[in-house]
């Protein structure tokens, strides 16, 4: 990819400057054509996969996350009866607890989480539940999103860690990179991205 003063006034230089970076990490190269047609986080990871062989059978690295996740949610005293997928960690601790959990994890995983702002540990007052969280109206947290997709927000953030990009094993570690390299260079929250957003109008990158 040829980084033109055309290519700038179409693109924006951050879309450039990250879609620059993602053809180093891959040691790939798009065509003009091909920049100017990355709208969302998904065509990103299409545009790329198409140009990389993927084994027929491969690693799965999130079920070796999400199972080492599990483990240690058991380990600091969790029920796994209550550790699935669909599962929200805001629903099974309580909001006492949470940061020193989240920290533990990180601890046990060796792993970098996303961050645990104050606004996921602040209670309402009591409802009629056992426990209850406060949110900014609008401000989607960390513990808004069920256990599948936090772990994917893990291995995003710790893709270099986790996945060895010269033997690239599916498209699913492609779009945990891509969404881990937008997170880094652009400081948007991973757990803001999702594969159907638009880089610009959804995620803010010009």
């Excluded at 798009?30 to 990871?45: G, H, L, N, R, W």
């Excluded at 006492?96 to 533990?104: D, F, P, R």
């Excluded at 109206?137 to 936090?150: R, T």
């Excluded at 710790?158 to 498209?171: R, Y």
């Amino acid at each position: 990819f040829k980084i033109t003063n055309k290519t700038c006034l179409t693109m924006g230089l951050d879309s450039v400057e990250i879609l620059v970076q993602v053809e180093k990490t891959f040691g790939i190269q798009y065509s003009d054509s091909e920049a100017e047609s990355i709208s969302t986080v998904q065509d990103f990871a299409d545009k790329t996969a198409d140009k990389l062989y993927l084994p027929p059978s491969h690693n799965n690295i999130y079920l070796k996350v999400l199972e080492e996740f599990k483990n240690a949610l058991v380990e600091l005293g969790i029920n796994k009866r209550l550790i699935t997928e669909n599962d929200f960690l805001k629903d099974i601790i309580s909001p006492e607890k949470m940061k020193g959990i989240w920290l533990a994890l990180e601890h046990k995983l060796n792993l970098k989480l996303p961050k645990l702002n104050k606004i996921n540990l602040i209670k309402k007052k009591y409802t009629g539940k056992i426990f209850n969280f406060y949110y900014v109206p609008g401000a989607m947290s960390i513990l808004d999103i069920n256990i599948k997709a936090l772990v994917d927000c893990i291995i995003s953030i710790n893709h270099m860690e986790l996945i060895d990009t010269k033997s690239i094993q599916s498209k699913y570690e492609i779009e945990r990179i891509i969404c881990g390299t937008i997170s880094s260079m652009m400081g948007v929250p991973i757990h803001h991205i999702q594969l159907h957003h638009s880089i610009a109008n959804d995620l803010g990158v010009d």
